[in-house]
């Protein structure tokens, strides 16, 4: 399932790895680990309040960033609904996650190299028709077990959390959420309801990545 990389836009840790965006990647994965302290292997779920927010772009590069710095990372596309990570990487989808959770495949049959040093993949699969089911269930919580023991970091990119339950059912397994909010797009009300739904279900959120700033927006946030 390996092919090589098409230098994807979206995965500038890679394609671009002296920018500053790469830098602030740097920065996030610096301050997660500052969050983690303790947790010598981190499970990670990435999710957003909507679509098109830029979370599967932020769990692509994150990834990257943690195998640029020696770790073995596990990426997960949990959104098996509308799954698009895995063209982020080139690799193919007509098998992966909803498969194994509907017992058709094992994990070590499914997950897959990337043309990344130290970075695996595990894509959706066909998309099912019931998700927040499979997500629930023991094969689920057995699959999170397997990814915990085998890999330094594991990261889920989720469906957005505020309408739909997948990502709370993820977020229950995690060591840590991550919301990307993109600016100007969502209101304060929307990312605190998003906020309260995830802390209902227990999860435990590390922070905000707050993406498609401006430089003079980026200028006058830091100065307040």
Same mark, same amino acid.
């Given at each position: 399932?390996?092919?090589?990389?098409?230098?994807?836009?979206?995965?500038?840790?890679?394609?671009?790895?002296?920018?500053?965006?790469?830098?602030?990647?740097?920065?996030?994965?610096?301050?997660?680990?500052?969050?983690?302290?303790?947790?010598?292997?981190?499970?990670?779920?990435? $999710?957003?309040?909507?679509?098109?927010?830029?979370? @599967?772009?932020? &769990?692509?590069? %994150?990834?990257? *960033?943690?195998?640029?710095?020696?770790?073995?990372?596990?990426?997960?596309?949990?959104?098996?609904?509308?799954?698009?990570?895995?063209?982020?990487?080139?690799?193919?989808?007509?098998?992966?996650?909803?498969?194994?959770?509907?017992?058709?495949?094992?994990?070590?049959?499914?997950?897959?190299?990337?043309?990344?040093?130290?970075?695996?993949?595990?894509?959706?699969?066909?998309?099912?028709?019931?998700?927040?089911?499979?997500?629930?269930?023991?094969?689920?919580?057995?699959?999170?077990?397997?990814?915990? $023991?085998?890999?330094?970091?594991?990261?889920?990119? @989720?469906?957005? &959390?505020?309408? %739909?339950?997948? *990502?709370?059912?993820?977020?229950?397994?995690?060591?840590?959420?991550?919301?990307?909010?993109?600016?100007?797009?969502?209101?304060?009300?929307?990312?605190?309801?998003?906020?309260?739904?995830?802390?209902?279900?227990?999860?435990?959120?590390?922070?905000?990545?707050?993406?498609?700033?401006?430089?003079?927006?980026?200028?006058?946030?830091?100065?307040?």
């Amino acid at each position: 399932m390996q092919q090589r990389s098409n230098k994807n836009r979206d995965m500038i840790m890679e394609s671009n790895p002296q920018s500053p965006i790469c830098e602030a990647y740097r920065t996030l994965r610096a301050n997660i680990d500052f969050s983690t302290i303790g947790l010598e292997k981190k499970t990670l779920m990435v $999710t957003s309040a909507q679509a098109a927010e830029g979370k @599967t772009t932020t &769990a692509s590069n %994150l990834a990257i *960033a943690y195998s640029q710095s020696e770790k073995r990372v596990l990426l997960v596309d949990a959104d098996m609904r509308n799954a698009t990570l895995h063209q982020n990487f080139n690799q193919d989808n007509r098998v992966g996650l909803s498969n194994l959770l509907a017992g058709q495949y094992t994990a070590q049959e499914l997950v897959a190299e990337t043309h990344i040093p130290r970075l695996d993949l595990l894509t959706s699969g066909p998309l099912p028709p019931n998700p927040s089911e499979l997500l629930s269930s023991e094969r689920w919580a057995q699959f999170v077990d397997y990814a915990r $023991t085998n890999y330094d970091v594991v990261i889920f990119d @989720t469906p957005p &959390a505020l309408t %739909l339950p997948d *990502a709370q059912l993820v977020a229950g397994q995690c060591g840590g959420v991550l919301i990307v909010v993109k600016a100007g797009k969502v209101k304060r009300e929307v990312v605190k309801k998003l906020k309260t739904n995830l802390e209902y279900a227990q999860a435990r959120i590390l922070g905000v990545v707050l993406n498609h700033m401006n430089r003079k927006e980026a200028a006058l946030h830091a100065y307040r």
